[in-house]
């Protein structure tokens, strides 16, 4: 029975609903999990009290189903508001915050029967791709521990890599669920914007850039915790949901492989070579992928993503910049976002957004189905960095220019799926985008559940050295 738990989360799931397993004996089971392996990682943090969590779980089974993961431990990423467990941003001013509510997001996971354990690492208000703070410390790489695992979902993907959870929550903004996947040989779904709509309170129409999505260790697994997070919601504009899959045969799609933007991105030794494998699966599966001229000058998409970026972060984070201490807390990137935010011009913020727009609309008119792009520039870094200053020699001049290679994609709110491509000689893993059309994530999808049948990268296991027992 102990082997149930290194299964994915429909596995797992089927178990419980055939009598195979109960939901404390699951829950017993990832508790003992997280007990033997996470010391060596700091992936799952916050965790609640063992009694509580089987008292719960006892609950969970004496009750009919709530719905499709009724029973199923998760850890919720740690800028999530969870209703009973420490939700601490990563920010020392917030470490000992106890929301009474739930995110709607958390909402609907308990309603749909989530087992809620804890949280997952991440950066301070999730900003950078490496999941470290001063409150919780640094999350590590299940495939060598003195490397990152990204972020800002870092939490959530080394907990999946290392089996501690079967499913896991994240977010993404500049990367937040494709990096942390490609890092931890996994599977992460930055969601079309709208398809998972944000908590519905203030503004809700001048901040389209940030999402929350999946991660899992298979497609089938993504879709199953999508068809639970992108209820609609009529409370928000943008909310498109429900979330339906594709079904039938993927018909021949045209790829277009960006690859480094035209030398643009600075990327590692192998990263190319990784990819380009993985859209020869797609080849041999009868997709063409067409090698594309760049389709917009980079530095333009860079200058509007980093005006719109810091136009939101400053705007987010304004109450604590204004409280006093607190401000002297921030770490030194929030307060270099918040300090440019607050300097922008009506005219600046316009002219990024007057760039968005040229972006999509050239996208809309590119001869291609889905576009392909490296998850990362590099492979995970060290991880006593607080982050990496060049890339392939190439010196970064911001804290995230190193993740430049998420932006396409990021800036016009595009279904992006981060899956697995392999590993390089120093058996660490990367990953490949595939970005498909708005409105077309659940052909991105199942473009991806073609290339997972062809490849399983992810039943390539972490060494159990990191973990010690468990």
């Not at 004996?25 to 969590?53: F, H, K, P, Q, Y």
């Not at 009919?64 to 209703?83: F, Q, V």
């Not at 260790?217 to 928000?236: C, F, K, N, P, T």
Request: aromatic content about 8%; glycine content about 10%.
């Amino acid at each position: 029975m102990s082997q149930l738990i290194d299964l994915d989360a429909t596995d797992q799931l089927a178990a419980l609903r055939a009598g195979w397993l109960t939901v404390p004996e699951l829950a017993e089971m990832t508790l003992d999990r997280i007990d033997g392996r996470n010391a060596g990682l700091n992936a799952v943090i916050s965790l609640r009290d063992r009694d509580a969590v089987m008292a719960e779980a006892v609950r969970l089974q004496s009750e009919s189903p709530r719905g499709p993961l009724h029973g199923l431990p998760m850890a919720i990423k740690d800028l999530t508001e969870t209703a009973g467990v420490r939700t601490t941003y990563g920010f020392l001013g917030t470490r000992d915050f106890v929301p009474a509510e739930d995110s709607p997001m958390v909402a609907r996971l308990r309603a749909a029967g989530a087992l809620v354990i804890g949280k997952t690492n991440t950066p301070e208000f999730g900003l950078g791709s490496h999941s470290y703070n001063r409150v919780s410390g640094v999350t590590r790489n299940p495939y060598d521990p003195s490397r990152s695992a990204g972020g800002s979902s870092g939490g959530a993907g080394a907990a999946l890599a290392a089996r501690m959870v079967a499913l896991a929550d994240g977010s993404d903004m500049m990367g937040s669920l494709r990096n942390p996947a490609a890092w931890n040989n996994v599977y992460g779904f930055r969601p079309g914007y709208g398809l998972l709509p944000n908590t519905p309170v203030g503004d809700m129409f001048l901040h389209p850039l940030s999402t929350d999505g999946p991660m899992a260790r298979s497609i089938r697994d993504l879709e199953l915790l999508l068809g639970v997070q992108a209820a609609h919601d009529g409370r928000h504009p943008a909310s498109v949901g429900p979330y339906v899959p594709h079904t039938g045969r993927v018909p021949p799609l045209r790829i277009g492989w960006l690859g480094d933007w035209g030398g643009a991105y600075p990327m590692e030794a192998e990263i190319m070579e990784l990819c380009e494998a993985g859209l020869a699966v797609l080849e041999d599966l009868g997709h063409t992928v067409v090698p594309l001229d760049p389709p917009f000058r980079a530095d333009l998409l860079w200058e509007a993503w980093t005006t719109l970026r810091s136009w939101a972060v400053a705007e987010k984070l304004r109450p604590i910049w204004q409280s006093g201490p607190q401000a002297a807390l921030l770490k030194p990137e929030a307060q270099w976002e918040i300090e440019r935010g607050r300097t922008l011009s009506a005219a600046e913020v316009h002219a990024a957004s007057v760039t968005a727009s040229d972006w999509f609309r050239r996208r809309a008119e590119m001869p291609v189905d889905v576009i392909a792009l490296p998850s990362a520039q590099m492979f995970p870094f060290p991880a006593d960095w607080d982050w990496p200053k060049e890339v392939a020699g190439q010196e970064m001049d911001t804290y995230h220019r190193w993740m430049e290679v998420v932006v396409p994609a990021s800036l016009i709110g595009l279904p992006a799926l981060s899956v697995p491509v392999g590993f390089g000689a120093s058996g660490l893993p990367m990953g490949l985008q595939l970005i498909g059309r708005r409105g077309e994530d659940a052909l991105v999808l199942a473009l991806g559940r073609a290339y997972e049948a062809a490849t399983d990268w992810p039943g390539r296991r972490p060494p159990p050295a990191p973990f010690g027992h468990g």
